[in-house]
């Protein structure tokens, strides 16, 4: 809220002044001047960002998608948020296997995804890529009966009577309150959701020889070696799915939600793909893969040593143990990767109080 | 194109001696054209709740909706017309109870609607021999759930939790029983999926003038009896999101079975 409410005060203040002396439309005119568009503060060391010309960000925008994402009455029963299963403090992950906070208290079939860097998140959400962009994806959530149980009416009615949300929405959208609003300024939101500024941040931009410790840069070259033709990049991430070992058959029960991308693509290829996460913020965000199934990073570092299950669409990027699945790490290496993840923690980011549930 | 000119300026030049209003209209050079699109099951008229038999199957149907859009008039002269923001949700359906449930209050039911025609507005005048129109859903649009044209929208159950996973429309919905005498199961038929998207063009059986002061109509049949041609529906009673290989011949029937032109007026 802060920077945003220092703002907008004068600007109601010049307001008050105007509607003293004038007519209506002058005061309209001044209304109208919102929504003030805003650019995504890049990290320096982060790939250039698509901009979306459907919903272009806004200050106002950003903010509504803010109140809505931790606003309760987005669920049918009034008592969970966005921000109920994606805790800022665990870098919007919620620290459950499956959660069972949904509406009708069932256990989720996929683990809760962390929510950071999704502005460059382009090749579909979910574990799966269902959907193609985050207003769409909003609408899973929402709707899903073991998650929010929203009837979108009643969401429209609910945020109709509340004065604030009229004043808000109508600053940002022409057509004011409106189901597709809610979900463009979750989207909004979501997108201003940068995890930058990490120690291993601080360290690629302040050049060579800063910062890490001696583990932590064994770790940084042992993943860059091992880890990143998946986890690429500054975002530690390809975007992209890969199979990676951790079945051997995906049955196609609860509409073929244990097929990964397969559910999505029916290309045979693609069973059993699931989204790469990034390793930004890994350390607080257990437990890990598609259905939270490793309490610790170091049953995930198991299993890339030595608990790879082979089904044709294993990936081939796997096989580092002279020509077998596996990758073989000594002890000293594992302890050098986990001091270099842990170089990956955001604490500014989990703690920024720009991105916060603006009413605490 | 250039006939249609000349008719216009034509029409201008005889015209010029009429009243204001006249004037107005037939500069303007658009007229309309009521399209419907009447449910059929083979030579019966198509209705819910009644049974319908073709190869040993019989059907009672609940439900039939679907997404019709982008749809093109395409002149004598190959010139194609579209009509702007064309995404229509034609339906014969009984009440349906939407999912998506406040629990303080009672399931928002959609309430029984017929919805055969509409009026294609503003078309220019002139002479037409095809029409061209989807079922389904573009994948602009599809892939966008917060894009919105006509009427698209989330609101009123031609989406649902399955496949909101992949946030995407249903095109096409045929429910109710179906039976071979022996059991009967619960039928769904559905298509979605940006593949199963599909464009068809009919030719008229005539020329269609449309000028601004007539009234024009195009009945389309829409053959329910088509719709899982060739598909065992006792073994698959239920196509949804996660039957794609059964969906795409379902799709391919609408596309190239379910309609045909019954008459241009």
Redesign the interface.
């Known amino acids: 809220m802060g920077k945003c409410a220092f703002l907008r005060i004068p600007a109601l203040f010049f307001l008050f002044g105007v509607t003293f002396s004038c007519n209506k439309e002058n005061v309209s005119e001044e209304v109208s001047q919102a929504p003030h568009a805003v650019k995504l503060r890049v990290p320096v060391n982060f790939p250039p960002v698509l901009e979306h010309a459907d919903n272009p960000l806004t200050e106002e925008g950003i903010e509504l998608g803010r109140m809505l994402f931790h606003d309760v009455r987005l669920s049918g029963n009034n008592k969970i948020s966005c921000a109920s299963c994606h805790r800022q403090d665990l870098a919007f992950s919620d620290g459950i296997a499956l959660t069972t906070v949904g509406v009708s208290g069932q256990a989720l079939a996929r683990h809760v995804p962390v929510l950071f860097n999704l502005a460059w998140a382009e090749s579909g959400l979910f574990w799966d890529g269902g959907s193609k962009n985050l207003e769409s994806q909003a609408l899973g959530p929402l709707t899903s009966a073991d998650e929010m149980f929203q009837d979108l009416n009643v969401l429209e009615q609910e945020l109709k009577a509340d004065p604030e949300y009229v004043k808000r929405f109508a600053m940002v959208f022409k057509d004011g309150i409106r189901s597709v609003n809610v979900i463009k300024a979750l989207a909004q939101f979501q997108r201003t959701l940068i995890s930058g500024t990490s120690k291993y941040d601080q360290y690629r931009r302040a050049g060579s020889g800063a910062g890490l410790t001696e583990s932590e840069l064994l770790g940084m070259n042992l993943v860059n070696s091992k880890c990143k033709a998946c986890h690429s990049g500054e975002l530690f991430t390809d975007d992209n799915y890969h199979n990676n070992g951790i079945d051997v058959a995906f049955n196609d029960d609860h509409e073929g939600i244990y097929q990964g991308r397969f559910r999505v693509t029916f290309n045979p290829l693609d069973l059993g793909k699931f989204k790469t996460p990034s390793l930004r913020n890994v350390l607080v965000t257990a437990p890990y893969m598609h259905d939270g199934r490793f309490k610790t990073i170091n049953e995930v570092l198991d299993h890339y040593q030595s608990g790879i299950k082979i089904s044709p669409t294993t990936d081939q990027l796997l096989y580092q143990n002279r020509g077998q699945a596996g990758i073989p790490l000594t002890q000293k290496e594992r302890q050098a990767i986990i001091a270099f993840l842990g170089a990956l923690t955001d604490h500014e980011f989990m703690t920024n109080k720009q991105i916060n549930n603006p009413n605490e | 194109m250039k006939k249609i000119l000349s008719i216009i300026g034509l029409s201008a030049l005889l015209f010029t001696s009429c009243s204001k209003d006249k004037d107005a209209i037939i500069l303007q050079g658009e007229g309309k054209v009521t399209l419907t699109m009447d449910a059929v099951f083979g030579n019966q008229d198509f209705a819910l709740k009644k049974d319908f038999t073709t190869s040993g199957i019989t059907y009672n149907f609940t439900k039939f909706r679907y997404w019709l859009s982008n749809v093109v008039l395409v002149s004598t002269t190959g010139q194609e017309i579209k009509v702007s923001g064309s995404y229509y949700l034609m339906e014969e359906t009984g009440e349906i109870k939407?999912?998506?449930?406040?629990?303080?209050?009672p399931t928002?039911v959609y309430p029984a609607t017929k919805r055969e025609s509409v009026v294609l507005k503003e078309v220019p005048a002139g002479d037409y021999k095809s029409i061209k129109f989807s079922i389904g859903v573009d994948q602009k649009y599809n892939?966008?759930?917060?894009?919105?044209s006509g009427e698209l929208s989330?609101?009123n159950g031609m989406?649902n939790?399955?496949w909101?996973?992949?946030?995407?429309y249903i095109f096409t919905s045929a429910g109710g029983k179906v039976s071979d005498g022996k059991t009967t199961k619960t039928m769904l038929i559905e298509t979605g999926l940006n593949a199963n998207y599909k464009t068809i063009v009919l030719d008229l059986p005539k020329n269609l003038s449309i000028t601004s002061s007539t009234s024009t109509s195009i009945v389309v049949n829409a053959d329910l009896s088509k719709v899982t041609d060739g598909i065992d529906v006792m073994t698959n009673p239920v196509v949804?999101?996660?039957k794609?290989?059964v969906m795409a011949p379902v799709a391919n029937n609408y596309a190239n079975k379910v309609f045909t032109i019954k008459s241009v007026n």
Do not use: E, R
């Open positions: 939407l999912t998506g449930v406040n629990n303080d209050l928002t892939d966008n759930m917060s894009l919105q989330q609101l989406t939790i399955s909101m996973w992949l946030t995407s949804g999101a996660s794609a290989t």
